[in-house]
């Protein structure tokens, strides 16, 4: 009985994933780049040690102008902290606070932290969790950057949100809407 009745729940789910407008490449990169989205909603079961480390990971293999690697990177665990950062964020969330380092004039190096908090959201989002980029929230941070130990010489650029996700939940009834190619995109031949 037991056996059929995994046999029932299989095929469902596979006529489910079908005809929902899952579409599948073959390719594990290209699927989840195409199936990745932002929630809002977030349980609080933690994000484990372990993801962490691999998000980081990811992280740190972003490419970047002349593999100068601009960045430091900022696990926020503390409750409070990532509250007073995102007051949406709820227990179990990790704020990752990706900083560039500043150039001569000032600036910081946007774009390659960019690739890296890229980089990380899809592991985030690989590994089953949640993953927002927050920019407005980056003001906090640099009020707080003696709090968050960001390093003399770095501004923070972008925040990453993590936290798990109801495995219920997808981007078919949680994600914005995306334009159309066609509103988008022209070709030059």
Known sequence: MKTRSFIIIAALIIVVCQTSGAQSTGNPVIDQLLSAWSPREYTTSPVTDQQIDLIIKCGIKAPSARNNQPWHFTVVQNEALVKEIIPTAVSGNVLFVISGKESETGTTPDFDCGLAAQNMFIAASSLGLGGRLYGSPVATAI????????????KPVIILRTGSIEKAADASSGASPRKAPGEIVNYVK
């Open 143 to 154: 009020k707080l950057r003696d709090s968050l130990q960001i390093p003399e010489g770095f």
